[in-house]
């Protein structure tokens, strides 16, 4: 059996390791992305002309186009949660199977959030660009976590793991999730209008998908108090980013953080990273040794359920996979 890694090198090294990478190519002829730059669609075809399996990285786009032109085409994966890169209505048509990877980045994603809410509090970024450009930085009063009120979008899987660490600083967690059961009695849930208005930190962690798209547009930040600071660690199509970008030029809020947006790769966009009251990393909050590790071996679970003939873990569409080894 054969299978095409999409990724390029670079994003090889740092999203799928060595490990990961060796025991692939103990079970089956794997095909590696040499170039410099993603594939595109004609790039994909060409390049897995005669594979049973690809691993899809998060830049490269499968759409429906390329069913047709990979006959053997049996899986298509990801080494990841999000399988929005992969038209999976045109796979289903082919009746090709499309698998993701289990949530392995909750807890470095939980990590980096509670760095940036720090980092908003105290102007950790400011005082060190001041310094690293030659200027003294200008002295702060900062805000204590503890004591303050968060207020959660979505009740997921880091959800679930950063809310307990945000109520041990000793702050109030407040959470808004439609569908979420939420039992911990140290958290209150509330419909999202009511959170806006009641929380100094907004986190936005809400699932990605048509519902939830612009869920925080301008109505949303007009219900934020003018003190409040904003992070968004989902995707950027949650935030109707010229309403944001509003709201920070105006100073109708403090501040914002974030590590995804509309840009390319799901990267913040620039107009908004550049903003003063904004810090933005570059969407890597799952970008570490043990997040990349774990999502990795899950396709090469996944590889191995296939090679013995089996249904794979993950499996997106499985009651349309006709094309089966």
């Excluded at 993603?38 to 390329?66: K, M, N, Q, Y």
């Amino acid at each position: 059996m054969k299978l095409l890694l999409t990724h390029v090198p670079r994003a090889r090294r740092q999203y799928y390791g060595a490990r990961a990478l060796a025991r692939l190519q103990e079970l089956v002829e794997v095909t590696l992305h040499e170039g410099d730059a993603p594939l595109d669609p004609a790039g994909v075809v060409a390049a897995a002309r005669d594979v049973d399996f690809i691993i899809a990285d998060r830049s490269t786009a499968v759409p429906g186009e390329i069913f047709a032109g990979l006959p053997k085409l049996k899986v298509v994966m990801r080494s990841a949660i999000d399988i929005r890169n992969i038209d999976v209505e045109a796979a289903s048509t082919a009746g090709v199977l499309v698998t993701h990877a289990e949530a392995g980045f909750v807890q470095s994603v939980v990590e980096l959030t509670l760095g940036l809410l720090v980092d908003l509090s105290r102007g950790v970024s400011r005082a060190s660009a001041d310094y690293h450009a030659g200027r003294m930085p200008e002295i702060r009063v900062g805000r204590q976590l503890g004591g303050s009120t968060v207020g959660i979008i979505g009740y997921g899987r880091i959800s679930r793991t950063l809310a307990p660490l945000l109520a041990g600083l000793g702050m109030s967690v407040l959470v808004s999730d439609p569908y979420a059961q939420i039992d911990d009695r140290r958290f209150t849930k509330l419909p999202m209008d009511d959170l806006l208005a009641r929380a100094d930190y907004v986190i936005c962690l809400a699932i990605a998908n048509e519902e939830t798209e612009n869920l925080l547009d301008e109505a949303a930040f007009a219900r934020m108090k003018p003190d409040a600071f904003f992070i968004n660690m989902s995707r950027g199509n949650l935030v109707d980013e010229a309403a944001l970008a509003k709201v920070l030029t105006e100073g109708r809020i403090a501040g914002a953080a974030m590590d995804v947006g509309r840009a390319p790769d799901q990267m913040p966009s620039p107009e908004l990273a550049r903003l003063p009251n904004v810090i933005a990393t570059p969407h890597v909050g799952g970008l570490t040794p043990p997040a990349s590790e774990s999502q990795a071996m899950d396709t090469v679970r996944q590889v191995e359920a296939l090679v013995k003939g089996e249904v794979p873990p993950g499996a997106a569409n499985l009651d349309r996979w006709t094309r089966r080894p």
